[in-house]
């Protein structure tokens, strides 16, 4: 029998040496820029960088100053990064010069990110204790989680902290609403599971999935421990069980309602297209749990044969096996594990319209009740001493190996064109990390040939799918590559190429969002046509471009006075 000293010895150095792995495999993580979105989570986001709007963040979209409109309520998250901006930068309202962006150092934000992992995987390592788990597969468990790959786009992306954050609150919520003792303690940690949902659900939406995770435990609870009768139990975990279901109630209505921001994007397919892609998706999340290799974070199913689908489908029914032949056969931590791993795969599942097929970060919290499941069934299946110290040297090496490439992956997270690049390698027709690369190109890493080339690729992506779809329309992003190689060919002084882009964006109807694209198009055209000496139709761009948007009207007339001073020399 463990005494409680043996146990609290175990517990102190399993989180020891969680932490360790953890910050082994994200050592390298801490030189990393700001990539991707966090430039309009951090950087940009105006109320992120000032504290007196805090409970403005509670208001709001996550990305309310980025290109587009979204509808990512993830308060939490942001107060998290005001938080870091505060203590991160070295005085009130220091930019850099160079980006006019608030000069603030990456480092803390990804001390901040890995904190988060780290206690999502210690508060994983404690509810699998709690659950009766053998400390050896508890541990085992926690550690091949805290450093498998899949995360490393949730820990060293800075804007990937959500994840993390909504799986530590999620994981506590479960450790308090399995308190025992009085009905005192009981009843508190129901309050306080509550509360940590509450948490949760402000810092990612898919916690919404935490009701069915702990209704799934609180059905297995009496079988992993059976000093109680069932009906116990049940009955002392009502109040949890009833406040976590209240609780999604009242987000759901409230997110459909006054917290709606946006439609939410999807992918525009149909459900017999879903159908095959949650086949395949699902297939290829088993291939990446196993062999996390070619990461990256545009994945799309545009070249996965469709035949994927039927080894996705048949790798679902054996999961789905597995948890009944669990809960049969009396292996009750097996089917926890797998009934976890499905509860949470189901609403990334591609079933439920997504903006993506399939997206690794998805699987942060799915992977820990797969990796569950698949360390009991083995070890269970291993009888000889032998046979079981082969399966820890096994299990020893793959997480050696997963520290290896989570340590490879982050490097990819070094900063811009690193990640852009590392993308694209996977996913050449990725437009999203080609018009950031090229950006990046224009903007930050001063590369015009580099900028151009890639907004030129994008077009002809863009000719590509034109020609597939029949759809004769513009893509707003299309307008943008146009306007900025426009652009370029400008500041080369290629103004008729310029001008030729500037007419493909003025040539087809806008619609309301596009309307800043379209003003720019006519304040470029204005000018190169003002460079070749078209003063007439010059001063008609710049009239619509007014009329369009008439805060350009100070822009516009420079220009105007500056052609005016130019024809009377």
Not at 189 to 212: Q, R
Not at 225 to 242: F, I, Q, T
Not at 506 to 528: C, M, N
Request: neutral net charge; hydrophobic residues 50%.
């Amino acid at each position: 029998m463990t005494t409680r000293g043996e146990t609290s010895r175990f517990g102190f150095w399993a989180a020891l040496a969680v932490c360790a792995a953890g910050l082994l495999a994200y050592s390298n993580s801490f030189t990393g820029e700001f990539v991707w979105d966090d430039v309009s989570s951090v950087l940009l986001h105006e109320h992120v960088q000032d504290p007196s709007q805090f409970v403005q963040l509670f208001k709001e979209d996550q990305h309310a100053f980025g290109r587009g409109q979204g509808n990512f309520y993830r308060p939490l998250v942001a107060a998290s990064f005001m938080l870091d901006s505060a203590l991160a930068r070295p005085s009130a309202g220091a930019v850099d010069p160079e980006t006019g962006l608030p000069d603030l150092t990456p480092f803390l934000f990804h001390a901040t990110n890995l904190a988060w992992h780290l206690a999502a995987a210690l508060l994983m390592l404690a509810l699998l204790r709690r659950l009766n788990a053998a400390p050896w597969a508890a541990l085992a468990v926690a550690l091949l989680w805290v450093v498998h790959p899949l995360h490393t786009e949730a820990v060293t992306y800075i804007s990937g902290r959500a994840d993390s954050m909504a799986a530590a609150f999620m994981f506590a919520a479960l450790n308090l609403a399995l308190l025992r003792g009085g009905a005192g303690r009981r009843i508190a940690g129901a309050l306080l599971s509550a509360l940590f949902f509450v948490a949760a659900l402000l810092s990612k939406e898919s916690a919404a999935i935490y009701p069915f995770l702990l209704l799934l435990v609180i059905a297995l609870e009496p079988r992993l421990d059976a000093a109680e009768s069932p009906s116990a139990v049940y009955l002392r975990r009502a109040l949890p069980a009833g406040l976590a279901i209240a609780l999604l109630v009242g987000y759901g209505v409230l997110r459909a309602t006054w917290l709606k921001f946006a439609s939410s994007e999807s992918v525009a397919s149909s459900f017999g297209q879903r159908i095959i892609e949650t086949g395949q998706s699902f297939a290829l999340y088993i291939r990446v749990i196993f062999l996390p290799t070619g990461l990256h974070m545009e994945r799309t199913l545009v070249d996965v044969p469709v035949w994927l689908a039927l080894v996705g489908y048949l790798l679902l029914a054996g999961c789905m096996a597995l948890f009944v032949v669990g809960l049969r056969r009396g292996h009750y931590r097996v089917a926890l594990g797998m009934g976890w791993f499905l509860i949470a795969w189901f609403p990334i599942s591609g079933l439920i319209p997504l903006n993506a097929p399939m997206a690794e970060h998805w699987m942060y919290v799915p992977l820990a009740g797969f990796l569950l499941a698949l360390v009991e069934w083995v070890w269970q299946r291993l009888h000889s001493p032998a046979a079981r110290q082969f399966a820890a040297v096994a299990a020893y090496a793959a997480l050696l190996l997963f520290v290896g490439l989570s340590v490879d992956r982050n490097a990819d997270w070094k900063n811009n064109e690193t990640i852009y690049l590392a993308t694209l390698a996977k996913n050449p027709d990725s437009i999203k990390a080609r018009y950031n690369l090229a950006v990046t190109y224009e903007v930050l890493r001063p590369n015009l040939p580099g900028a151009k080339r890639h907004y030129e690729k994008i077009l002809s992506i863009y000719d590509k799918m034109r020609a597939e779809s029949g759809d004769q329309g513009m893509w707003p992003q299309e307008r943008e590559a146009h306007v900025a190689l426009g652009n370029i060919l400008a500041q080369e002084g290629q103004f008729e190429a310029a001008i030729a882009h500037y007419t493909e964006v003025l040539k087809s109807p806008a619609e309301q969002e596009a309307a800043k694209t379209v003003t720019a198009a006519l304040l470029g055209r204005g000018k190169a046509l003002l460079a070749v000496g078209d003063l007439p139709n010059a001063f008609q761009d710049l009239q619509r471009a007014v009329t369009q948007d008439p805060s350009s009207k100070s822009e516009a007339a420079a220009l105007a006075r500056e052609a005016m001073l130019l024809g009377t020399r």
